[in-house]
């Protein structure tokens, strides 16, 4: 290989570096929900709107609310897996619960007459 090739390679080298530093810049300034998410009826998609919260976090969240019941509050976040404390800080502001809507009821039968 010759010292011009060599260097062209080292250049390539070089651009898909910066271009993927570039690319998790860009994923990392992700804007903070405009209102809070209540993590009782969030998709794994509004979860993803969140600081620090990738698909791994929002089905964390998500298959704990599956398996122990809705958030009573808002610090049941700390017992999910992969949720610390600095985490959590930063997720607080952006995150609140509340109870599910309850479905629709169907109305009664009127009694015969």
């Known amino acids: ?9 080292a250049f390539l080298c070089a651009c898909f570096v910066c271009l993927g ?5 860009a994923a990392a300034k992700k804007h903070p929900p405009v209102k809070p998410i209540n993590l009782n009826t969030a998709s ?9 919260v990738g698909p ?24 999910v897996h992969g949720i610390s404390r600095s985490k959590f800080e930063k997720l607080r502001p952006y ?14 039968p009127k009694p015969p007459i």
């Open 1 to 9: 290989m010759t010292s011009r090739h060599f260097r062209c390679l």
């Open 21 to 25: 530093a570039t690319q998790s810049f």
């Open 44 to 52: 794994a998609a509004q979860l993803e709107e969140l600081p620090g």
């Open 56 to 79: 791994v976090t929002a089905k964390a969240i998500l298959d704990f609310r599956a398996k122990s019941g809705p958030f009573h509050r808002v610090e049941d976040l700390l017992a």
């Open 95 to 108: 995150v609140t619960v509340a109870p599910a809507a309850p479905a629709p009821q169907k109305p009664s």
